[in-house]
């Protein structure tokens, strides 16, 4: 347990309104991910980070920021939102060892 | 764009019953890692494989690593109702960089 927290756990919230999501983690890990998870597509890479202020884009990155000012904080913005964004949002974090990935509770994010 | 396939996409089986799933892909993986999710929770980490030919064992859950590195099977003796989740695949070529996900198994163990 790498010590992972995404706040919030549920959100639901309106096409065109700003969204941010925050990862928190405590075992100093280097990178962190954010993936989506929706049916039929298993987890999809979102950004991730190589480092505080290092970032770079996933598969699936269009409609979507992230920012890392700090260690522990992953945040991810969505600027307007669409129902397309609708999914299970995961925060993962990884170590320097063999891209062992270790992986948030979730946020389910609906958007009506 | 590596990918990751993994089969079958569903499997429901009755407490007791053997199983394999697969993870195929035509590229070549440095690390390759299992993972178990269960519904409304993340996925968590079973095993990491990293030389061609490894056999890991984890209680009734044995993992081959294939001698290319490029696919790798997932074996459970005598499934229990516990074992029901889905099962994740993932590969990566850089240590602690990307990596390249399947679709999952999503294993039901009835009892």
């Known amino acids: 347990d790498a010590g992972i927290t995404q706040s919030p756990r549920h959100k639901v919230t309106e096409t065109g309104t700003p969204v941010t999501l925050r990862c928190h983690q405590t075992?100093?890990?280097?990178?962190m991910y954010w993936y989506r998870q929706d049916p039929g597509h298993g987890l999809r890479l979102i950004h991730y980070?190589?480092?505080?202020?290092?970032?770079d884009k996933g598969e699936v990155s269009d409609g979507y920021s992230v920012s890392r000012s700090k260690t522990e904080d992953f945040l991810l913005t969505l600027e307007s939102a669409t129902s397309s964004q609708t999914s299970v949002y995961f925060c993962?974090?990884?170590?320097?060892?063999?891209?062992?990935?270790?992986f948030g509770p979730g946020t389910r994010l609906t958007v009506l | 764009t590596q990918l990751l396939e993994q089969s079958p996409q569903f499997l429901s089986i009755q407490e007791g019953e053997n199983l394999t799933v697969y993870c195929n892909s035509s590229?070549?993986?440095?690390?390759l890692q299992w993972y178990r999710q269960e519904p409304g929770e993340g996925p968590v980490l079973l095993v990491t494989?990293?030389?061609?030919?490894e056999v890991k064992k984890l209680k009734r859950l044995t993992f081959q690593f294939g001698d290319a590195r490029k696919d790798s099977s997932l074996h459970i003796t005598a499934a229990q109702p516990g074992d029901t989740g889905l099962y994740l695949c993932?590969?990566?070529?850089?240590?602690?960089?990307?990596?390249?996900f399947g679709d999952g198994t999503t294993l039901t163990v009835k009892p």
């Open positions: 993932a590969g990566a070529n850089t240590n602690a960089g990307k990596s390249t």
């Open positions: 075992e100093n890990h280097r990178y």
């Open positions: 980070s190589y480092g505080v202020k290092d970032t």
């Open positions: 494989v990293v030389t061609g030919g």
């Open positions: 993962a974090t990884a170590g320097v060892h063999n891209n062992e990935q270790f």
């Open positions: 590229s070549v993986f440095s690390s």
